[in-house]
């Protein structure tokens, strides 16, 4: 198939990028990186400089591809990393728009690169639970109901990929922040520090420059692991609760 | 050079509480004076780095990913072993200790293995305090199910995500000690040489991929957690970015790289499709507790198969081979993944591969989805279950434990594989060999530490399915936070490094012409191209089964290209920017290097052993034949660019009989 790209290209942080035009030749059993590969090939070939994106696992779990592919982030299937999309899911001829993720938390590094540390600095606020190593007692003492452990799992598989923030328009991390909340809240052994987990996660998620929920669930529907806006309800509940009764300032 | 492990005295089952207790230790004061580099922030790095940081070392952490929760144990699909015997099934340390060492194929070290079954135990408790959250049963205690190679069930699992959920519950701990400036961490920052001072590892020097500077950075000592060297092939389960040069860039400083041959092909993987083909994705091993492995019996259905006349499932059962369960009736389905993968090869070099390249087999759950309906159909009180209930219920059984699996198999080939069954075919997974460590995970360079898949420590020639995430964290948490006191203890009267030392400069310069000298190759061919090339060479002699006179062949071909690579490549873009092709590029020159001593290794190794199998050496029904005689050993080399220098530290046996392994 005879595909033309619209890539967004940008020097470094500090330059202005503007899109660029290239075909390129793919066929439909390829990945969507494999057709990226292919042009950068060419580029190469031509001496030209090749577009700079993140990719590492291919195989959906590292987070690290990113792109919003014609206005989707990680392309147009549900449930779907970039990584795993596959060229039979396009037609000959098709012209495709491929850009950054695009937020003011996530500054570009260059061409399709983004920095998401912003989202290591919110787990490092509070998205753990503190125990040392060495000092636990045997797993089995405490029972987890299994449908506690199948949610705690649920919210816990979210990938750190940022497709949440680029969907929405106010460019809010609620989801990702949600998801880390929800799965520690869910787990007996999360609870003991769960009201200060909250409180510090989301003031840390407003001091990174993230915008405000306002409830469009775009960030659910992008979502290549299908978390759920429902962790964003109990994040908020967990929230409330927290700043009613912490001495900690609700911030 | 004579190698000492450093094996502590005492009966095998005391030797690491013995040892513990008396070890050297470090104050409080002197610790918080102490500086540690780690580098990788996979299983064994992230939870090294927490822990060590827990016990009040300042710790450097570095990763080249833009986060260190992106590291490939994040990938880790089934499982992880742990000798709890939850399940009652006769588990133990010793078994867990004596299945490692079969597995291994007789190949590691019998106090090593052992202290990594004991600190089993801990991992799984320390993972669960964290909030790992593992599969469980209705009464809310931790479910278990079997890998390959074992009659226990003793696999932990948090579906087909276990190295995602071990992994994020390290870097949260890891993050933790960043929150307290503890750890101060350097993302998008790659190691690319080692510093030695007066003898003893005190800094790397490490480029910032955004900016693309050289930095120098010093400590008392280095700890590399860079994993496996498995993209040599090119084609691989690892992923784009994982690569040997951190610790091949201690070999070419004095560090040993041990038994560099030991090469773990896994058995179910997704065949290639295509030239364009960038990496291979696994099907996780757990798949085997309920898939069957089968090819036709006939040659006419394999032809109607891959001319697509007819589907899988018109194929009566009469007529199919399910090989393994017919080689291996004690194992079955889940013999070890060296077996399975050979076995794999034989019948598809006897042109029974069921797809158009004639490079797969079936993995079919059919019968498991009807065996799962009808239990369940019982649970439910429906008596005499219709043919569609039991297909209901049993695909929605096979959904909750293997989901995440069944889903990426569909997204990438496009098949379901609940009405069709999967095909697979045997792709490069891990790497057994690499550099050589004593019972204190310390190379045989002072101060410098390996941990994780970077070291050859614990698997032989072979690893056991769900014991890579075992060790990676046996050895972050358990081990290394331990074990790195024996060093640091007699380094507390040393006063922090300075990076300024002409030795930081002198590594510095060489890390700059090195870089510079790829940047101005007057090439014309991409480093992609090159990388693509060694990976055809490496897989086709130094593969699953190897020669002599093919690996005579395979070097001499890996040494033009190395000559072709420096000659005819071409880098684009400049130093002191983020470029990923300049990465990739030095990478993969170090990747050249690594490929010619694992040759090397595999063509002085004459016997088969585990994942190394040499076709001069088997038995009359093609399984493995191994010499004990001479060659139970660790071949740790001393790399040249002329002879490598072969030592040997050999392997004794005191607590386990050495005999033949059979999974018959």
């Known amino acids: 198939m005879k595909l033309t790209l619209k890539i967004w290209r940008q020097k470094n942080a500090n330059s202005k990028g503007q899109f660029e035009t290239y075909q390129v030749e793919a066929n439909s059993h390829m990945s969507f990186l494999e057709m990226l590969d292919v042009l950068n090939e060419n580029l190469i070939s031509q001496k030209k400089e090749p577009v700079a994106f993140d990719h590492d696992c291919r195989e959906g779990i590292c987070g690290a591809c990113s792109m919003v592919i014609n206005g989707h982030p990680h392309g147009p299937m549900k449930g779907t990393t970039t990584c795993q999309l596959h060229m039979r899911h396009f037609k000959d001829g098709d012209t495709i728009v491929i850009e950054p993720f695009r937020a003011k938390a996530f500054p570009v590094v260059k061409d399709l690169v983004v920095d ?29 109901p299994k449908e506690d452990a199948e949610e705690a799992f649920n919210a816990a598989t979210c990938i750190g990929c940022g497709a949440c923030v680029a969907a929405c328009p106010n460019a809010s991390a609620m989801l990702f922040t949600s998801a880390k909340v929800a799965h520690l809240a869910k787990l007996p052994q999360g609870r003991v520090e769960a009201s200060r987990r909250v409180l510090r996660m989301v003031h840390q998620m407003d001091e990174e420059g993230f915008g405000r929920c306002s409830n469009i669930t775009a960030c659910e529907a992008e979502c290549p692991k299908e978390i759920s806006i429902t962790n964003i309800a109990l994040m908020n509940r967990e929230f409330f609760r927290a700043a009613f009764k912490s001495e900690e300032s609700p911030m | 050079m004579k190698l000492d492990a450093h094996i502590p005295p005492g009966p095998l089952a005391e030797k690491w509480k013995q040892y513990r207790g008396t070890m050297k230790l470090v104050a409080p004061n002197n610790k918080r004076n102490l500086e540690i580099i780690v580098v990788g922030t996979g299983l064994a790095g992230a939870a090294g780095a927490a822990s060590l940081a827990e016990l009040g070392y300042k710790v450097k952490v570095f990763t080249f990913h833009d986060s260190p929760r992106r590291a490939h144990s994040i990938a880790a699909q089934g499982g992880i072993n742990a000798a709890k015997n939850y399940q009652n099934d006769g588990d133990s340390i010793y078994r867990l200790f004596y299945d490692t060492i079969k597995g291994g194929d007789y190949r590691s070290r019998e106090a090593n293995v052992y202290r990594l079954a004991e600190v089993s135990l801990n991992i799984i408790d320390q993972a669960v305090a964290q909030g790992v959250p593992f599969a469980r049963e209705y009464g809310g205690l931790l479910a278990n199910r079997s890998f390959g190679g074992v009659q226990v069930q003793r696999t932990f699992y948090a579906k087909g995500q276990t190295g995602q959920q071990l992994l994020l519950g390290a870097y949260q701990a890891l993050s933790r000690q960043i929150s307290t400036g503890q750890v101060e961490l350097f993302h998008r920052h790659e190691m690319l040489d080692l510093v030695i001072v007066d003898g003893k590892a005190r800094g790397i020097i490490a480029r910032n991929l955004i900016t693309g500077e050289l930095e120098r950075h010093a400590a008392h000592a280095v700890v590399l957690a860079t994993g496996g060297y498995g993209n040599i092939y090119y084609l691989s389960t690892n992923a784009m970015n994982s690569n040997v040069t951190a610790a091949w860039r201690a070999t070419r400083r004095g560090a040993l790289m041990a038994n560099p041959c030991f090469v773990q092909i896994h058995p179910t993987c997704i065949p290639v499709s295509g030239d364009y083909q960038s990496k291979l994705t696994l099907m996780s091993e757990s798949l085997r507790n309920d898939g069957r492995v089968w090819v036709p019996k006939k040659m006419e259905d394999v032809m109607a198969l891959r001319e697509e006349r007819i589907k899988p499932r018109d194929i009566p059962e009469e007529d199919r081979d399910y090989y393994l369960e017919r080689r291996y009736p004690a194992f079955g389905n889940l013999v070890p993944r060296d077996v399975a993968s050979r076995a794999a090869k034989a019948v598809c070099d006897e042109g029974r591969g069921v797809n158009a390249s004639g490079k797969a087999v079936f993995l079919d759950f059919a019968s498991a989805i009807v065996r799962y309906g009808k239990a369940e159909a019982h649970v439910q009180g429906i008596h005499n279950p219709d043919d569609a209930t039991i297909q209901k219920l049993g695909k929605a059984v096979i959904k909750a434990k293997y989901g995440n699996l069944f889903e990426m198999y569909e997204k990438i080939t496009g098949d379901n594989p609940y009405e069709t069954p999967m095909m697979i075919y045997p792709a490069v997974h891990y790497t057994m060999g690499g550099l050589w460590v004593d019972y204190n995970l310390q190379t045989t360079i002072p101060g410098l530490f390996a941990a994780g898949e970077c070291n050859f420590s614990d698997h032989g020639a072979n690893r056991l399915g769900a014991s890579a995430l075992m060790q990676g964290l046996a050895d972050g948490y358990f081990v290394l936070p331990y074990t790195i006191g024996q060093f640091l203890s007699d380094e507390i009267r040393t006063p922090k490094i300075d990076p300024n030392l002409p030795e930081f400069k002198q590594v510095e310069d060489e890390v700059r012409a090195r870089l510079e000298k790829l940047l101005n190759n007057q090439g014309s061919e991409s480093v992609e191209s090159f990388h693509r090339r060694l990976g055809k060479i490496m897989w086709d ?112 046996f005191e607590n386990i009989e050495v005999k033949t392994r059979s999974y018959k």
């Not at chain 2, 585990?610 to 050993?633: I, N, P, S």
């Open chain 2, 541 to 652: 002699y130094a593969g699953m089964s190897r020669n002599a006179e093919g690996l005579d062949k395979a070097r001499k071909m890996v040494r033009e290209l190395r000559e072709e690579y420096h000659r005819e490549v071409y880098v684009p873009g400049s130093m002191n920017e983020f470029n990923p092709e300049l990465e990739k590029a030095q990478r993969v020159a170090d990747f050249m290097e690594m490929a010619e001593l694992l040759i090397i290794d595999a063509r002085h190794r004459n016997e088969s052993c585990g994942g190394h199998f040499r076709e001069e050496y088997q038995t009359a029904d093609g399984e493995a034949l191994r010499d004990d005689e001479h060659y139970a050993y660790v071949a740790a080399w001393n790399w040249n660019d002329g002879e490598p220098e072969l030592t040997k530290e050999p392997l004794t």
């Open chain 1, 116 to 144: 998401r540390s912003a989202f290591d600095r919110v787990i490092q606020a509070g998205g753990f639970i503190s125990v040392n190593t060495g000092g636990p007692q045997d797993a089995n003492n405490i029972p987890v």
